[in-house]
Nanobody
Framework: QVQLVESGGGLVQPGGSLRLSCAPS????????MGWFRQAPRKQRELIAT???????NYADSGKGRFTISRDTAKNTVYLQMNSLKPEDTAVYYC????????????WGQGTQVTVSS
């Protein structure tokens, strides 16, 4: 079964930057859009941003201003550039993908830990 594989997480100091990447482990057809979520300890998972196959990006409040979502359609890869990171950005970051072929399917990655600390 195809899975989403995230990379790029790690430990960064406040004010630093990280770039997360996410790509499927196999072929997925009919990709509608991709997105990034995060879940901090003792909190619910929250949306950061989504991007359609055509490149239209939308940001939740958590992602506005410091985060940028982008994608490479040739590689079916989605990225999250995170700048000016704060300790409150510490969370497990998950990518998601929605496919409409052969049926509507939501894929999720296993998550990558981002820790912002001095």
């Amino acid at each position: 079964q195809v899975q989403l594989v995230e990379s790029g997480g790690g430990l960064v100091q406040p004010g630093g930057s990280l770039r997360l990447s996410c790509a499927p482990s196999g072929s997925i057809f009919g990709i509608n859009g991709m997105g990034w979520f995060r879940q901090a300890p003792r909190k619910q998972r929250e949306l950061i941003a989504t991007i359609t196959y055509d490149g239209l990006a939308n940001y939740a409040d958590s992602g506005k201003g410091r985060f940028t979502i982008s994608r490479d359609t040739a590689k079916n890869t989605v990225y999250l550039q995170m700048n000016s990171l704060k300790p409150e950005d510490t969370a497990v970051y998950y990518c998601s993908l929605k496919s409409d072929y052969p049926e509507t399917t939501d894929y999720w990655g296993q998550g990558t830990q981002v820790t912002v600390s001095s």
